[in-house]
């Protein structure tokens, strides 16, 4: 049974950072795509970033420059460090994974790409 927990949300004032973790049981990280996604109130599900298979990354216009995703295969853990954080990016995170070869710059943000979704945490961006 493969789960995904995400820990490190918290309330941060704008201009702070804040470093996202995903683990994985049940599945390799290594052996998928996992891409962060993010909701707030009244808004719908959007991707944040992704990392391939072949540790490609991809960035939503709105976190490019600011966020950073990276994955440690010895934890099968996947990090969002996010750096210079505003309010727009208060929402709860979500991380997704797939084992499908076939994400590329074109699908990477589509939710339906994804088999496998944690819970959530939330982060809020507030002074």
């Known amino acids: 049974q493969v789960q995904l927990v995400e820990s490190g949300g918290d309330l941060v004032q704008p201009g702070g950072s804040l470093k996202l973790s995903c683990t994985a049981s049940g599945f390799t990280l290594t052996d998928g795509t996992t891409t962060w996604f993010r909701q707030a109130p009244g808004k719908e599900r959007e991707a944040v970033s992704s990392i391939t298979q072949t540790e490609n990354t991809f960035y939503s216009n709105s976190v490019k420059g600011r966020f950073h995703i990276s994955r440690d295969k010895t934890k099968n853990t996947v990090y969002l460090q996010m750096d210079m954080l505003n309010t727009e990016d208060t929402a709860k995170y979500y991380c997704?994974?797939?084992?499908?070869?076939?994400?590329?710059?074109?699908?990477?943000?589509?939710?339906?790409?994804?088999?496998?979704w944690g819970p959530g945490t939330q982060v809020t961006v507030s002074s």
């Open positions: 997704a994974t797939t084992s499908s070869p076939l994400i590329s710059s074109i699908n990477w943000c589509r939710t339906s790409r994804y088999n496998f």
